[in-house]
């Protein structure tokens, strides 16, 4: 079995490697050498050394060399981040779940997990600002369908999970995310609650209104949410200038699509 951390690190100059050096045998598995390899078993034994393990997780990758693996996966890059997002993950909330007289409700946020949180579970009509954050967001049309992308949900959660390192933390469980996103619905029925969400596109025959998302029918999309327009012209040619084509005079319209026109041109020549 994998230990939980391991860490390896040559001899440095910098001035706190003896200190690094004394709190590394505060661990079980310790050998030194040319290369000095610190393995930490389990999670109770990083907690009792909470203290050490914070300073040689913040100094040890400005050493030129070190390394760092968790749970069999080698960290790259290897900064003081690691050691953060650890932090995050096991002092201030496993701890907290230890300590807390609610264990069974302390993790069922959204996911079954407080950490995740991405993307959103429960919609609250009063928070409009946060509507892209939310699972009805990941999906796509078929016909007058909207088809839940459930695939994408649960990988976007996997990737959080992975950035947090929750695997550390003895109180999650994926197997508990993917139940919650197996229970949303396969598809959302487009009725009078929902409002489909179009962008404009710059096709060859000129701009084009096209739907790609939906959103709740209380909702007022604005340039800070990212139903913003986007334009397209021809094959793999984007404009990243945003434009109102509503307030723009046929001749400034006609002057952009020749622009875009030729460097869609260019492109394909």
């Not at 030194?32 to 390899?37: A, C, F, L, R, S």
Request: proline letters at 5%; aromatic letters at 14%; one cysteine or more.
């Amino acid at each position: 079995m994998e230990p939980l951390i391991q860490i390896h690190f040559r001899k440095s100059r910098a001035k706190d490697f003896p200190d690094i050096i004394k709190r590394c045998k505060h661990f079980d598995d310790f050998t030194q050498g040319d290369v000095n390899k610190l393995s930490i078993g389990s999670v109770n034994e990083l907690m009792n050394n909470w203290a050490d393990f914070m300073v040689i997780a913040t100094r040890v990758p400005n050493f030129v060399g070190s390394r760092a693996w968790f749970m069999g996966d080698e960290i790259v890059p290897f900064k003081p981040d690691f050691f953060y997002s650890l932090q995050d993950t096991l002092q201030y909330c496993y701890k907290g779940f230890k300590e807390t007289s609610y264990i069974k409700t302390f993790c069922l946020h959204d996911w079954g997990c407080r950490r995740l949180s991405s993307i959103r579970k429960e919609i609250d009509p009063a928070d409009k600002w946060t509507f892209h954050m939310h699972w009805y967001r990941y999906g796509h049309f078929e016909g007058d369908r909207w088809l839940i992308d459930k695939g994408s949900i649960l990988n976007v959660l996997k990737r959080e999970a992975q950035n947090n390192y929750l695997n550390a933390c003895p109180a999650f469980d994926f197997e508990r995310v993917k139940k919650a996103v197996d229970k949303l619905p396969d598809e959302i029925e487009l009725n009078e609650q929902w409002q489909i969400l179009k962008r404009t596109e710059l096709k060859k025959d000129g701009f084009i209104e096209v739907p790609f998302s939906i959103a709740p029918a209380w909702i007022e999309p604005n340039e800070d949410n990212p139903g913003h327009l986007q334009f397209e012209i021809g094959v793999g040619v984007k404009v990243k200038k945003r434009i109102d084509p509503e307030n723009m005079t046929e001749e400034e319209i006609n002057q952009f699509l020749d622009e875009m026109n030729r460097k869609n041109n260019n492109i394909q020549h």
